[in-house]
């Protein structure tokens, strides 16, 4: 059987000795080819859990098995088919957007790398902007090319950190078609962390629900709103993150 996209086993952060975990003990299986979304309030340990299966961050204790790699011993295995994108990390801003894809093209080793550059400017609509540099774009442009970025590799597992965070609402419904015809086309999986519930009800097959750290709620979004009794998740979310039990929000 297939290995699945990750596997996640009492993963846990302390950043400050003796202070509480950033991220508590968080365990799940993702398969592949499918979204999931990590939902959570400000300080909930998105970020930190995002690091942390890039291995970015090393845990305080736990393991994470991305595509049935060890990211404590097999890293590098593991990160040439895997990609992210994040708002907190910029791209090299002398370079120009095509500039830019090469770079990543060349440290991914990807095959046949301008036709697949050209794809990616056609897909993501860069062209009017891929020969400037990449300091000059606006925020919403940026985040474009780092959502190009992160395909560059045809990634099997793909962690994005609010992907359509600055984007006007349209060209947030265009990058998430074009997420959503990414995994339909390859078979990824799609981990993202977003505060769009929205986007979550889309594109998510499985929602985890992060509160200090911990996975207090998951389920399809689907299941999510009929155990809560609520028409959207945004509703869902504050229920969770106001600390209100099931029975109550019933
Ligand atoms: N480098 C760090 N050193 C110490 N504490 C940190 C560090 N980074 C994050 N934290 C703390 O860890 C906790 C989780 O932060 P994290 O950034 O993972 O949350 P998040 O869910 O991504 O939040 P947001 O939605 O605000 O981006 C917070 O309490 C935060 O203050």
Known sequence: METPALLVEGLTKTYTPGARPAVDGLSFTMPRGETWGLLGGNGAGKSTTIAMLLGLLVPSSGRVLALGHDMATDRFAALARM???????????????????????????????????ADLVAEFDLGDFADRPAGQLSAGQKTRVALAKALINTPALLLLDEPTASLDPDTGDWVRSALERYRAETGAAILLASHNMAEVERL??????????????EGSPAALLAK?????????????ARGRERAEAL
Do not use: Q
């Open 83 to 117: 990609n992210f994108s994040s708002p907190y990390i910029a791209l090299p801003h002398r370079l120009t957007v095509r500039e830019n894809l090469r770079v990543y093209g060349h440290l991914y080793g990807v095959p046949e790398m301008e036709r697949r550059i």
């Open 204 to 217: 998510c097959a499985n929602v985890l629900m992060l509160k200090g750290g911990r996975v207090v709620d």
């Open 228 to 240: 809560y009794g609520r028409d959207d998740l945004e509703e869902v979310f504050l229920d969770i």
